[in-house]
């Protein structure tokens, strides 16, 4: 897989990394096979995805211990290992925001503990607090970095003063957040902010949770233990106003040879230079069509037609 620098001043990663939530957490969770998926993370590594992102909270702390085990020994150092800090699980499907300074050192260390390593190469806030400022959180993860466990943090989901908040405090070496055909919002400020400020761009769900693939044809599909079936652009009515949307890619991929997946993933890396697209799977068979969208070319006039779709029907959540 060709590859880009993270960011002004990171290392050269693949164009695509791998987002580990589905593997044990809000998608068809009765499937889970972590033997499966530690297997799916090793395949993902030999086809040149280095970038492989999880979070304290997907299982909860189950996601963790799943990519910790597939990155062991000789696995490690091939990755550029990122999880995140800053969401807790509670009872009921509820979660809460903590950016306490307190919760983010104590959480450093069982997310090591739990990934088998003594470093990750991203730690990121996943979602700040509104109930403490965002400099003293921020001053936190810092503190991970002066102390050798972390190489460079990030932020995700954020406003561009948010990230002007941050930079304040120490360097932001990348913004996470949804970017797809269907979730365009961050191409109004915070992705050219990030281009201006050469910080890296991690879009999550850029399948628009898989709907874009062109896999799902009905609500009455989704799995029963599936968080999806909560979704706005889910319900029977907006997914099927939706279909015109993944009709579009499918015409565009048809055209050009490549599947709807890769066209999707193709539009997203096409929007910047430092875009890392984080497309998550647990099927070997969609790991390899989803890399092979490094190597799709869309024209100008492909650009620009795919661009033209219209929003979807239905909020993000």
Same mark, same amino acid.
């Given at each position: ?125 996943? =979602?700040?607090?509104?109930?403490? &400022?965002?400099?003293? +959180?921020?001053?936190? !993860?810092?503190?991970?970095?002066? %102390?050798?466990? @972390? ?121 910047? =230079?430092?875009?890392?697209?984080? &497309?998550?799977?647990? +099927?070997?068979?969609? !790991?390899?069509?989803?890399?092979? %969208?490094?190597? @799709? ?21």
């Amino acid at each position: 897989m060709r590859t880009a620098t993270f960011g002004t001043n990171g290392p050269e990663i693949g164009v695509l990394g791998l987002g580990c939530m589905g593997m044990t957490w809000a998608y068809d969770v009765q499937s889970r096979d972590d033997e499966n998926s530690v297997k799916v993370i090793r395949q993902a590594l030999d086809l040149g995805v280095t970038l492989i992102d999880t979070a304290d909270m997907y299982g909860p702390f189950t996601n963790e211990e799943v990519v910790g085990a597939a990155l062991a020994g000789p696995y490690r150092e091939r990755a550029f290992l990122a999880t995140k800090v800053g969401i807790v699980p509670g009872g009921s499907g509820q979660a809460s925001r903590d950016g306490r300074p307190e919760h983010v050192r104590r959480s450093i260390d069982d997310s090591l503990r739990r990934l088998g390593t003594d470093h990750v190469d991203l730690y990121q806030l996943h =979602r700040v607090d509104p109930a403490v &400022p965002i400099e003293e +959180t921020w001053g936190a !993860l810092a503190e991970t970095v002066a %102390a050798g466990k @972390v190489r460079r943090i990030g932020l995700s989901e954020v406003t561009v003063e948010e990230i002007k908040r941050a930079q304040s405090v120490h360097p932001v070496a990348s913004v996470q957040s949804e970017l797809s055909l269907w979730t365009r919002d961050v191409l109004a400020d915070v992705l050219p902010y990030t281009e201006e400020q050469g910080i890296a761009f991690l879009p999550f769900s850029p399948l628009g949770r898989g709907f874009l693939t062109g896999s799902i044809a009905s609500f009455d599909e989704l799995p029963a233990d599936d968080f999806r079936r909560r979704l706005p652009r889910f319900q029977q009515d907006a997914l099927k106003a939706n279909l015109a949307l993944v009709a579009k890619v499918k015409e565009v991929a048809d055209r050009i040879g490549a599947t709807p997946a890769q066209v999707a993933l193709a539009w997203v890396l096409a929007q910047g =230079r430092y875009v890392f697209p984080i &497309p998550g799977t647990k +099927t070997p068979r969609y !790991l390899v069509d989803n890399a092979g %969208a490094a190597d @799709v070319v869309l024209s100008a006039a492909d650009l620009a037609e795919l661009d033209a779709l219209p929003a979807p029907t239905g909020d993000r959540y």
